[in-house]
């Protein structure tokens, strides 16, 4: 994982450009009401094997591993 002025660097989950602070980041419509699941991986900005059923979603990166709408629903 690269760094930037010792900050880890983050990506954009939905389009996969790296997040620059200080700067507004593009979220779809969509996401931002929990109707799409992020297809890149906030590490490190790969796109991720995305399925998608009527009760949730799961993403696997394939170096991060996998997130699941039903992990973030608890937090």
Request: glycine share 10%; charged share 25%.
């Amino acid at each position: 994982m690269s760094s930037v002025m010792g900050m880890d660097e983050r990506y954009n989950p939905f389009t996969g450009q790296p997040v620059v602070p200080g700067h507004d980041d593009v979220i779809p419509a969509a996401a931002s009401l929990g109707l799409e699941p992020p297809r890149f991986c906030e590490r490190c900005g790969r796109r991720m094997i995305v399925q998608v059923s009527p009760d949730g979603w799961w993403a696997r990166c394939s170096r991060h591993g996998m997130i699941d709408s039903a992990d973030l629903e608890r937090r």
